[in-house]
């Protein structure tokens, strides 16, 4: 493997070149945002996927066990193993379903299940970096604000690496299961009158005067991370590329991961074609939408609403980047409403897989782009599920048991009396509808 080779900020707007111990999410010069620039490695193709491949049976307590690490390469050259912050995370499940599969109307999905990082989500793989980096930088302390997944996961990781932490989260729009997480984390825990943009505003300032470290994915680090979702997807397809990569959309630093994975994976010959990316987004919460169907003519912000929390964001943080990378990619954007995307979470929870509201928004849009044609019946496709069932558990006692009319997959609960009779009642209703 070629020499590790240090590692530097570039400004995606105006190429300024800046040190990799600047603390700063944001170019002086234009306000643009940062990227890491390193020296790619020299081997190329078989070689390199050869590399990656052995390192799957690295031991436990190696660095290199992690789904992350396990590409330090493309990841942070220059981190010496003893600097790393890992529990280890990725090493996630790609698996299939026939019945969503037929529910979709494709022949092949495959799922990421994101949710089986250590804190339940995608955000593990990114924070990892960032807060190696921010360990790396002697950070007073580390802060974000969050829709609930990204705060969870920067608790934990700061408890980790002994740092303190600062979570700004939107009063009232966290679900129970993430803001306890980020509580018992040991975070300190601050509850804005606002939304997550007003959230990622003070954040951002804190960042600016206050000297903490920011992790939200404007942090180039945290992209970086994010980057071996779709990395760790090819290997696990034997380096072969599907057709098509969906997935849900809200701050949009997956939307930027993926395309900055993909441009890096054909370049250096791990696949030999460019999946299309297909960003999902709520209708409530659907600014990337509007924008694409603009042909990216207008910038569109909205106050979001949605049951999909994750990703219930109306400003973009990564914006520009994630334009990039639906062009680069020939991807779309689409968005749908709240009812289709619980229905899909219902599909994917009754096939014994599971996953968080804003998650199964990658399942509806597979299933909307092949009602229109755009996805083919034959196409290869992954969808990213990104966060774990229990993440919002009030949203799906809502969908089975409270809702009237029930919807259309409702599980409803019986209340019986503790009686055999009652049991054999339900049993044989079961068994009617099954057959």
Not at 32 to 56: H, N, Q, V, W
Not at 112 to 121: D, Q, V
Not at 171 to 195: C, E, F, H, P
Request: charged content about 20%; some cysteine.
């Amino acid at each position: 493997m070629t020499a590790r080779a240090a590692t530097m900020l570039i400004c995606d707007m105006c190429g300024t070149l800046v040190s990799a111990r600047d603390a700063k999410t944001q170019c002086a010069k234009c306000g643009g945002l940062f990227s890491l620039r390193y020296d790619a490695p020299t081997e190329r193709g078989p070689a390199l996927k050869k590399i990656f491949d052995a390192r799957l049976a690295a031991r436990a307590d190696m660095p290199e066990s992690s789904g992350v690490w396990r590409f330090r390469e493309l990841v942070l050259p220059d981190v010496s193993d003893g600097e790393i912050v890992t529990q280890p995370e990725g090493n996630t499940p790609l698996v299939s379903r026939d019945r969503i599969s037929a529910w979709c109307g494709v022949e092949s999905i495959h799922m990421k299940l994101e949710g089986a990082n250590p804190t339940g989500s995608f955000k593990d793989r990114g924070m990892t970096v960032a807060v190696t980096q921010a360990r790396r930088l002697a950070a007073p302390a580390v802060a974000c604000a969050s829709t609930g997944n990204t705060s969870a996961s920067l608790a934990a990781y700061a408890a980790l690496a002994g740092l303190p932490a600062l979570v700004l989260v939107p009063n009232g729009q966290v679900s129970l299961g993430k803001l306890a997480q980020t509580i018992a984390y040991g975070a300190r825990t601050l509850l804005v009158r606002g939304d997550f943009d007003d959230c990622l505003r003070l954040a951002r300032a804190a960042a600016d005067k206050l000297g903490v470290y920011l992790a939200n994915s404007i942090n180039p680090y945290r992209i970086s991370g994010q980057k071996t979702i779709v990395l760790e997807m090819l290997q696990q397809l034997g380096w072969r590329a599907p057709d098509w990569i969906v997935f849900p959309a809200g701050n949009l630093g997956n939307t930027s991961a993926f395309g900055a994975a993909l441009r890096e994976a054909k370049e250096l010959g791990l696949i030999d074609r460019t999946p299309r990316l297909a960003a999902v987004q709520a209708s409530g919460a659907a600014p990337f939408a509007a924008s694409f169907r603009d042909d990216f003519r207008e910038r569109h912000t909205v106050r979001a609403e949605t049951v999909a929390t994750a990703i219930r964001i109306g400003d973009p943080a990564s914006y520009d980047r994630a334009v990039r990378a639906i062009r680069e990619t020939n991807g779309v954007v689409i968005d749908l409403p709240d009812a289709e995307i619980l229905d899909a979470k219902a599909v994917v929870d009754a096939s014994g897989v599971g996953c968080e509201p804003a998650s199964a928004a990658s399942v509806a849009g597979v299933r909307t782009l092949a009602a229109r044609g755009v996805i083919q019946r034959t196409d290869t496709v992954v969808a990213v599920l990104t966060g774990h069932i229990l993440k919002d558990p009030g949203i799906l006692l809502q969908y089975h048991r409270d809702t009237d009319p029930p919807p259309p997959f409702a599980n409803r609960p019986i209340e019986i009396d503790a009686d055999l009779a009652a049991v054999e009642r339900v049993l044989a209703a079961v068994r009617r509808s099954d057959g």
